[in-house]
């Protein structure tokens, strides 16, 4: 599948009453269908609670999509976005969501996503301290320093109830 067939999917995806669960790793979804999941999913989706894209084509402007749509889907719960091109200003819309706006996602799948640096450590940082509902936070084989890491890890310290796997 492609970015056409985002379109033609999230087309079905619009009187969605049954699905819970929506793979679409390895499909070479680009931004422009992320653009047609995230309106249908910002529009009407009661049952949706994961959406896993992994290992697609999905840069900043498709994590601006789907931060706009966490910013009031509330039935979502797992977002998956490992190995993708996301890089600091993707990160930025994604944390931003997180941190002011969406209460329920509670794991967020950003490993391997490399074009991502310590430029987003504070958006991270601030997003850990500020969000409550995240419990799973997975950063590896991203371009991470160890001081970038550390600071993380010393966040986490004082949360508790989440996990952070870098």
Do not use: P, W
């Not at 995806?13 to 422009?32: A, E, G």
């Not at 996301?86 to 990160?91: F, K, L, R, S």
């Amino acid at each position: 599948m492609n970015s056409y067939g985002a379109l033609v999917l999230s087309n079905g995806l619009y009187n969605n009453k049954r699905l819970n669960k929506l793979n679409l790793n390895d499909n070479s979804i680009s931004d422009q269908g992320v653009y047609y999941l995230a309106r249908v999913l910002l529009i009407n989706n009661s049952t949706l609670t994961e959406l896993h894209l992994a290992r697609n084509e999905i840069a900043s402007t498709g994590a601006q999509y789907l931060a706009e749509m966490l910013n009031t889907n509330r039935t979502l719960t797992t977002l998956s976005l490992y190995g993708n091109k996301i890089d600091n200003h993707g990160i930025k819309y994604l944390t931003h969501v997180l941190t002011y706006y969406n209460t329920t996602l509670e794991h967020l799948y950003l490993s391997g996503n490399n074009l991502m640096t310590d430029l987003s450590i504070g958006y991270f940082i601030d997003m850990l301290l500020k969000n409550r509902s995240l419990k799973k936070l997975h950063l590896c084989n991203c371009n991470l320093s160890e001081k970038g890491k550390t600071k993380l890890r010393e966040v986490i310290r004082t949360k508790r109830n989440i996990r952070l796997n870098i």
